[in-house]
């Protein structure tokens, strides 16, 4: 499986924008990648994913560098609420484990008032 | 809206003791999983299934049994629980019926202590 790299934490302050890295640079044609975040004491919730093009949705935009060797996940105005760990995850869109998410440690984000 | 549910949300057993953690979800999905999560830690995927009689191993298998009846329901089985099992279980679902999405959704999570 094609690994991923986050920072382990980062810290913002509140209603600012925050850029959270990934690196992926093993990534392989067919990868998707996918955004989980996990609030705490509680299950991870998907936040958003991409292939090739930048994406947005209501709670994230995705930044996808032209060589797909990275991608950061953008939160336009952070709250207290979107602190969480935050997950970078590849996944490929054919194969009998397509749907296997493979965790790694994430990125725990921070946010100050 | 129900989506994936999770019992126990907390269970305190003692090693030898066997118990099933239950997941059910009401979105009709294919897919279902099991993971682990120890304390500072990534989830790490334990079973899987990608539909009604199909399951498979993930990562960390040992210690746990499953089995998918049905497209609603997948039971997470401790046989004879050791320590080494305490540890928050997350359930999650996802659509592979649309590869281009393979959104999951994840349970609350069962927190597990064995003494």
């Not at chain 2, 294919?30 to 993971?35: G, L, R």
């Not at chain 2, 305490?86 to 281009?100: I, K, R």
Request: glycine content about 8%; hydrophobic content about 30%.
């Amino acid at each position: 499986d094609a690994k991923t790299t986050q920072p382990n934490s980062m810290e913002s302050n509140e209603e600012e924008p925050v850029h959270l890295p990934c690196n992926h640079s093993t990534i392989s044609g067919t990868d998707y990648i996918h955004w989980y975040r996990q609030l705490p004491s509680q299950g991870p919730e998907y936040v958003i994913h991409g292939l090739t093009s930048n994406v947005n949705n209501r709670m994230a935009s995705l930044a996808i560098a032209e060589d797909r060797k990275s991608s950061t996940l953008i939160l336009h105005r952070a709250t207290l609420r979107d602190a969480a760990v935050y997950y970078c995850i590849l996944l490929p869109y054919y194969g009998g484990s397509q749907g296997n998410l493979i965790f790694g440690k994430g990125t725990k984000l921070s946010v100050k008032p | 809206n129900a989506g994936v549910t999770q019992t126990p949300k907390f269970q305190v057993l003692k090693t030898g003791q066997s118990m099933t953690l239950q997941c059910a979800q009401d979105m009709n999905h294919e897919y279902m999983s099991w993971y682990r999560q120890d304390p500072g830690m990534g989830l790490r995927l334990i079973h899987y299934s990608v539909g009604a009689g199909i399951t498979d191993q993930g990562e960390v298998p040992n210690g746990y049994n499953v089995s998918r009846s049905t497209t609603e329901d997948f039971p997470l089985r401790l046989l004879s629980a050791a320590p080494s099992q305490t540890s928050v279980y997350f359930c999650a679902s996802g659509d592979l019926a649309d590869l281009a999405k393979n959104i999951q959704y994840f349970g609350a999570g069962t927190r597990l202590s064995v003494l």
